[in-house]
């Protein structure tokens, strides 16, 4: 575990070497890959946020070495996602997976309905949130069972 933070002669960290790394085995690449950076990466966080002597983070050299979101890359810029703005690479596919990145970042719409299904069975939910969660998501059944069910409930409390 000492060596994980241990910079070798061009400034290299282990992460660095597994960001860049191809494996023998081209249709497991992605598996192993990112099982070596996230287990570098549980060790040493801070890893990802090391240049080396050339001044490359281990997201750019990742990027270069052509290696997939699902290799390693979403693990890098999870850890350290200012390492997007930092990165000395200014290529197409950095370009790609910078865009596939920032786009991994948003709120999908299952995140938005889940968030709204949290507010309204929180205990100490008024009507007033409950009904904009109803509002806001008007075509999810779902949703506005629960919230009926929310409203039936404050109504029975106040009984």
């Known amino acids: 575990p000492n060596e994980i933070g241990e910079q070798d002669e061009e400034g290299k960290l282990p992460l660095h070497h ?10 497991l690449e992605d598996y192993q890959g990112k099982f070596v950076i996230d287990t570098l990466l549980k060790l040493c966080p801070s890893a990802a946020q090391v240049k080396d002597s050339n001044g490359n983070l ?18 890098i ?22 865009d596939a990145l920032i786009k991994s970042r ?3 719409p299952e995140d938005e309905v889940n ?3 949290f507010v309204v069975q929180r205990p100490d939910a008024c009507v007033g949130d409950i009904t904009g969660a ?4 008007k075509t ?20």
């Open 58 to 75: 281990p997201l750019t050299l990742a990027i270069q070495a052509g290696k997939s979101l699902d290799a390693g890359i979403q693990s």
């Open 77 to 98: 810029y999870d850890a350290f996602p200012s390492g997007l703005e930092n990165a000395n690479d200014k290529s197409q596919k950095y370009i790609e997976i910078r």
């Open 106 to 108: 948003e709120p999908s």
């Open 18 to 27: 597994a960001a860049m790394a191809k494996t023998f085995t081209p249709e």
């Open 140 to 159: 999810d059944a779902g949703l506005q069972m629960l919230a009926l069910i929310a409203i039936a409930n404050l109504a029975s409390k106040d009984d």
């Open 115 to 117: 968030a709204a299904i």
């Open 134 to 137: 109803m509002w806001a998501h």
